[in-house]
Antibody, heavy 118, light 108 residues
Framework: QVQLQESGPGLVKPSETLSLTCTVS?????????WDWIRQPPGKGLEWIGN???????NYNPSLKSRVTISVDTSKNQFSLKLTSLTAADTAVYYC???????????WGQGTLVTVSS | SSELTQDPAVSVALGQTVRITCQGD??????TTWYQQKPGQAPVLVIY???TRPSGIPDRFSGSSSGNTASLTITAAQAEDEADYYC???????????FGGGTKLTVL
């Protein structure tokens, strides 16, 4: 059974860059799946950030595209998120997740809270 | 702003049937997926594709679609169904996922 686990800092300063990693276990990241990042500000709804295929092909939310980079490390069975120029509006629970072909996120990590504050 | 529109809140009496809706132009062309999220937990997929339930999801959950509106129906709602529900589909360009704003379901 696939398991996803987010890791990274819980507190980041404004204007800095957030780096998160998702470690996948029980499933090969080289399988026919897309790997997603999704976030949820406290008390608000879900926002899709983007995803990546194991080949490195990416898709990004147009509203975040200028600040987002998603990468994959197949040797470690991990994928990562970088989000630049942080503001308080980026404070959220960040989830990593797995798509199946033509199906949006099926499996989700538990999420990690990232707070942007000085 | 979301390209998929949901009512912010809906309530249902215990054991009754409730429909949660999602509207958006892209729903004319793409399937809608539905997620259930309880406080402090990650979302759980309850309906995907034409009307498919993952293993472990009770058959009281069903999905349907007509035109630009998709619906999640819960037949004989239970107390444990109280949660936030989010719809998801492709955006109008077909390249990205987009979520609705979510509907808070209260079971009375």
């Amino acid at each position: 059974q696939v398991q996803l686990q987010e890791s990274g800092p819980g507190l980041v300063k404004p204007s800095e860059t957030l780096s998160l990693t998702c470690t996948v276990s029980g499933y090969s990241i080289r399988s026919d799946s897309y790997w997603d990042w999704i976030r949820q500000p406290p008390g608000k709804g879900l926002e899709w950030i983007g995803n990546i295929y194991h080949t490195g092909s990416t898709n990004y939310n147009p509203s975040l595209k200028s600040r987002v980079t998603i990468s994959v490390d197949t040797s470690k069975n991990q994928f990562s998120l970088k989000l630049t120029s942080l503001t308080a509006a980026d404070t959220a629970v960040y989830y990593c997740a797995r798509d199946e072909p033509a199906v949006p996120p099926v499996d989700w990590g538990q999420g990690t809270l990232v707070t942007v504050s000085s | 702003s979301s390209e998929l529109t949901q009512d912010p809140a809906v309530s249902v009496a215990l054991g009754q049937t409730v429909r949660i809706t999602c509207q958006g132009d892209s729903l004319r062309n793409y399937y809608t997926t539905w997620y259930q999220q309880k406080p402090g937990q990650a979302p759980v997929l309850v309906i995907y594709g034409k009307n498919t339930r993952p293993s472990g999801i009770p058959d009281r959950f069903s999905g349907s679609s007509s035109g630009n509106t998709a619906s999640l129906t819960i037949t004989a709602a239970q107390a444990e169904d109280e949660a936030d529900y989010y719809c998801n589909s492709r955006d109008s360009g077909g390249n990205h996922w987009v979520f609705g704003g979510g509907t808070k379901l209260t079971v009375l």
